[in-house]
C-alpha cells in the first residue's frame, strides 16, 4: 500500500484565506516533499523537509513535520485562485541508497476569486 | 534546458493491443523513474533506472509491462497486451543521483495518458 495519505481530499476556500493540508505516512523517512500538480501537467516540486527539520518556509508556503506522529502539513498562506490545483506528499525513504518516493492521493484545492 | 518529456500525450487503444510510452529525462540525470496515476487515485511507484540499470521494479504491476533504458538515456514502457485495468496516467520522472550533488527532488513529465477501451 502506498506510504503518503493526504487530509482533506478536496479542499474549497476563497481568495486571501489560508489552506492548510495535511499527510500521514507509515515508515520512517529521510525526507518528505511537496509537489503540486495543475490540471493536465506534470508534477512540481515545492519544498523538501528533511527528517530532522520541523518547519521549513519558501515564500507564502509553510511546511512542518513531525516525526514523532508521522505527519506533515502544508500551509498556504493568502491563496491565490493560481493556487488551485493538485497537492500531493510524497515520502523518500532512501531504497538501496536511492531516493524513493512514495506519493498519496493527493488533495484537490480550489481557491475561488 | 529541456525538461522531461514524454510522448505520446495521450493514447487510445484497445484491449489486447499494445502501447509504448517514451521518456527523455533531463540529459546527465541518472535517475528515471515511472509513475501511474488511475482516476484520481496515489500516484504509484512503477519502477527506478539507475543508468541503464533497473534500481526498483518492485510496482511493476505485472508482466505485461516491460520497462528498457538502453544507454542508459531515454526510457520506454511498453504494455502487452493492454487491459482495461491499465488505463491511467503514466508520469515519468528524473532526478540527479544524489553522490552528485542531486537533493532528493523529482523533474516530472506532463505524463502520458493512457485508455485502454
Known amino acids: 500500500s502506498q506510504q503518503g495519505e493526504e487530509d482533506p481530499q478536496a479542499l474549497s476556500i476563497q481568495e486571501g484565506e489560508n489552506a492548510t493540508m495535511n499527510c500521514s505516512y507509515k515508515t520512517s523517512i529521510n525526507n518528505l516533499q511537496w509537489y503540486r500538480q495543475n490540471s493536465g501537467r506534470g508534477l512540481v516540486h515545492l519544498i523538501l523537509?528533511?527528517?530532522?527539520?520541523r518547519e521549513k518556509h519558501s515564500g507564502r508556503l509553510r511546511v512542518t513535520l513531525d516525526t514523532s506522529k508521522k505527519s506533515s502539513s502544508l500551509l498556504i498562506t493568502a491563496s491565490r485562485a493560481a493556487d488551485t490545483a493538485s497537492y500531493f506528499c510524497?515520502?523518500?525513504?532512501?531504497?538501496?541508497?536511492?531516493?524513493?518516493?512514495?506519493f498519496g492521493a493527493g488533495t484537490r484545492l480550489a481557491v475561488h476569486p | 534546458e529541456a525538461g522531461v518529456t514524454q510522448f505520446p500525450s495521450h493514447s487510445v487503444i484497445e484491449k489486447g493491443q499494445t502501447v509504448t510510452l517514451r521518456c527523455d529525462p533531463i540529459?546527465?540525470?541518472?535517475?528515471l523513474y515511472w509513475y501511474r496515476r488511475v482516476m484520481g487515485k496515489e500516484i504509484k511507484f512503477l519502477l527506478h533506472?539507475?543508468?541503464?540499470?533497473?534500481?526498483?521494479e518492485s510496482g511493476m504491476p505485472n508482466n505485461r509491462f516491460l520497462a528498457e533504458r538502453t544507454g542508459g538515456t531515454y526510457s520506454t514502457l511498453k504494455v502487452q497486451p493492454a487491459e482495461l485495468e491499465d488505463s491511467g496516467v503514466y508520469f515519468c520522472?528524473?532526478?540527479?543521483?544524489?553522490?552528485?550533488?542531486?537533493?532528493?527532488?523529482?523533474?516530472f513529465g506532463e505524463g502520458s495518458r493512457l485508455t485502454v477501451l
Open positions: 523537509i528533511r527528517s530532522n527539520e
Open positions: 533506472f539507475v543508468k541503464e540499470s533497473k534500481q526498483d
Open positions: 520522472a528524473s532526478s540527479q543521483g544524489l553522490a552528485k550533488g542531486g537533493t532528493g527532488e523529482l523533474f
Open positions: 510524497a515520502t523518500d525513504a532512501l531504497s538501496g541508497g536511492y531516493n524513493k518516493l512514495i
Open positions: 540529459s546527465g540525470h541518472d535517475n
